[in-house]
């Protein structure tokens, strides 16, 4: 239950320079730990420190209580900078898009979550949604919910219930203290293993009604990054992860292509035909797909800037160069892997990092290939198939 101020939040460095140092700086340490992150299963509470320092957990916080709301396309790039560098700790760093949901709250609650500061890190196990017991003042919670990614170094935690008829039958999302929550280290995979997405559970826990939303909910802070279409913004910064992984598998393809012998003592990779074409076409494929993915972001932000409609076309727009950045990175992967040859079997191989992680993003419930269908259906103007589409 929160009943007062977040404690252990830091400050952002000053836009600017300051900024820009802090975030080069946390680029440097993660190439140095990644292997730790990936290793301990993840991402700990003071890298997560450093990304405060870069802004990361800043990015949509209202104004009015201290944050910077970042234009998505912003925040995007960063995430896909972190990704290809390490794509489990970009996934991890995207819900710093996530306070957009807190908007939803009273503004009283806002006041409180963010009275020490505007730099809070959210992680949420929302599903599979329980159903908690209605009290005066609120809900007694009770459960355990999956997925929850970040939760090791989180400052708040939500936790998804049914909603009912004062809902219209959408779910809600409770806040909590993470002290009130036992994480249950279940998080046994082989791709995303830095995420730290383990199951949270939560024993006859009171969490008042002005600590609950419902999740793209009315806001109650008008703004741009208010307007913006939420749940496609959701699948949008899962699917910049892919981005990142494909530029940085793409990255060491390149470094493996120039270097100056051969193993087998025959032509070096990058002197072969075969790989030239491969990887051009590679580069073309991410390229593309990159292009689609910002040019639908930049235009539906601006949308959102003039205050105007953003219709079911537009959020299907971004839904639709969202789960195509994924599956397209995807490709791009397998494509620098088969060019990497034998040696990327290795566990220990550069590329591993990228090949677990990177395919990742595509297999989520937002981005999988139902959503092409789903798409395909609004744009012609039928109804889509899949819930809560676009």
Not at 78 to 88: H, M, T
Not at 179 to 189: E, F, G, L, P, Y
Not at 246 to 263: H, N
């Amino acid at each position: 239950m929160i009943v007062k101020p977040m404690r252990d939040t830091l400050t952002a460095a000053p836009a600017g320079p300051e900024r820009d140092a802090a975030f080069a700086e946390a680029l440097r340490v993660l190439e140095e730990r990644r292997d730790e992150f990936a290793e301990q299963g993840f991402v700990p509470r003071d890298f997560v420190n450093l990304l405060k320092r870069t802004g990361i957990y800043r990015a949509s916080t209202p104004e009015q209580f201290g944050g910077e709301p970042q234009a998505p396309a912003d925040f995007l790039a960063q995430i896909e900078k972190i990704s290809a560098v390490d794509p489990a700790t970009g996934w991890v760093a995207s819900f710093g898009s996530s306070l957009v949901y807190f908007a939803a709250l009273p503004l009283e609650s806002q006041e409180i979550i963010y009275a020490n500061g505007p730099d809070i890190c959210f992680a949420g196990g929302l599903f599979p949604m329980q159903e908690a017991e209605r009290v005066p003042g609120g809900y007694r919670c009770s459960g355990v919910w999956q997925f929850a990614s970040g939760c090791r170094g989180a400052d708040i935690l939500g936790i998804g219930l049914k909603g009912g008829e004062e809902t219209q039958g959408r779910p809600i999302t409770a806040l909590i203290d993470p002290k009130d929550a036992q994480i249950i280290d279940n998080w046994n995979v082989a791709g995303m293993r830095g995420t730290g997405s383990h199951a949270v559970k939560v024993e006859n826990v009171f969490v008042p009604e002005e600590m609950t939303f419902i999740r793209g909910g009315e806001a109650t802070v008008d703004g741009p990054l208010t307007r913006y279409p939420a749940l496609a913004y959701a699948a949008q910064v899962l699917a910049v992860v892919a981005l990142g992984a494909a530029r940085g598998a793409l990255d060491y393809s390149y470094e493996a292509g120039s270097a100056k012998t051969s193993i087998v003592g025959g032509p070096v990779k990058g002197a072969r035909a075969s790989y030239q074409a491969k990887l051009a076409h590679a580069e073309a494929q991410l390229g593309a797909a990159r292009a689609y993915f910002y040019e639908q972001t930049r235009l539906i932000w601006a949308k959102a800037v003039a205050n105007e409609e953003i219709t079911p076309a537009d959020k299907t727009q971004l839904r639709l160069a969202a789960t195509h950045a994924a599956h397209e990175s995807r490709e791009v992967i397998l494509q620098a892997f088969d060019l990497a040859g034998t040696g990327a079997i290795y566990r220990t191989h550069p590329l591993q990092r990228f090949l677990q992680d990177g395919l990742v993003p595509a297999q989520h419930a937002m981005l999988q290939s139902n959503t092409y269908e789903a798409s395909g259906a609004v744009l012609l103007g039928l109804d889509s198939t899949v819930p809560s589409f676009p």
